[in-house]
């Protein structure tokens, strides 16, 4: 799934009237590993391909709020400082 949402985002890469707007590599890359963390990679296919003239920044909306990939742990330490 990860190889086909990257492949999916390529298109928007460069897009953004203003600088601040314009979509980076880097960009695309953190939307790929936050969608496949929280299992949202697919939904966002799907509206991209539903709604083809939507920003890129639109799809982050997609992403499920929360902490995937942080520990218990890695929390309390967090709480400790």
Do not use: N
């Amino acid at each position: 799934m990860e190889k086909q949402l990257r492949a999916f985002l390529q298109r928007y890469i460069g897009q953004g009237v203003l600088k601040k707007d314009r979509v980076l590599e880097e960009d695309v890359e953190m939307l790929v590993h936050a969608a496949c963390e929280d299992g949202t990679a697919q939904e966002i296919i799907d509206y991209g391909t539903a709604h083809p003239e939507a920003p890129f920044w639109d799809l982050l909306k997609l992403l499920k709020p929360g902490l995937y990939g942080v520990t218990q742990e890695e929390l309390l330490e967090d709480e400790d400082e």
